[in-house]
T-cell receptor
């Protein structure tokens, strides 16, 4: 089945140690999104790509970076994770102007 | 700017009873409207969407929603809930012509036996 796959499902890292989360899609959608979701809160958009065009939200910390090497893959890099970055990270894709399809998320813990 | 308000953070309801989850939005431009469901430790799954046309929208799992432009609302309803409907429900809007989605803070539906 066509889908959005996030790896790993659970990630533990140390305070300040860089971490990369990955997302792949078989839907061939041109828009990909990264959201941060903390417990009992709404997903918060970090950035999105329209094809290779990167769009950063104004309040996304500089600590968060993203790469999209091709249509299928998108990565979220957290350069120096702090305790406040512990959250569920959700990847989503959509064709332009259509609803988003979400992956199951990566739950990030910071030690 | 757009905003989405889900006034009820939690809604308990008995099995087989009807339920309505409320969503109001604010926007100076036209928007698309969505309801998503999130089960524990999973991503969001689309329940239904309003893009245009009929204001009564039917979705998966027996859910439906009605778009009311004058009241800027998009309430979600189900005539008879099941235990398996226990989950978090998010309302979202997307301004037409953009790729941005604005989510409400969610409503936790708890179905009681």
């Amino acid at each position: 089945d066509a889908m959005v796959i996030q790896n790993p499902r659970y990630q533990v890292t140390q305070f300040g140690k860089p971490v990369t989360l990955s997302c792949s899609q078989t839907l061939n959608h041109n828009v990909m999104y990264w959201y941060q979701q903390k417990s009992s809160q709404a997903p918060k958009l970090l950035f999105h790509y329209y094809d290779k065009d990167f769009n950063n939200e104004a309040d996304t910390p500089d600590n968060f970076q993203s790469r999209r090497p091709n249509t299928s893959f998108c990565f979220l890099d957290i350069r120096s994770p702090g305790l406040g970055d512990a959250a569920m990270y959700l990847c989503a894709t959509s064709p332009a102007g259509q609803p988003q399809h979400f992956g199951d998320g990566t739950r990030l813990s910071i030690l | 700017a757009q905003s989405v308000t889900q006034l009820d953070s939690q809604v308990p309801v008995f099995e087989e009873a009807p339920v309505e989850l409320r969503c109001n939005y604010s926007s100076s431009v036209s928007v698309y409207l969505f309801w998503y469901v999130q089960y524990p430790n999973q991503g969001l799954q689309l329940l239904l969407k309003y893009l245009s046309g009929s204001t009564l929208v039917k979705g998966i799992n027996g859910f439906e929603a009605e778009f009311n432009k004058s009241q800027t609302s998009f309430h979600l309803r189900k005539p008879s809930v099941h235990i398996s409907d226990t989950a978090e429900y998010f309302c979202a809007v997307s301004p037409t012509g953009t790729y941005k989605y604005i989510f409400g803070t969610g409503t936790r539906l708890k179905v009681l036996a």
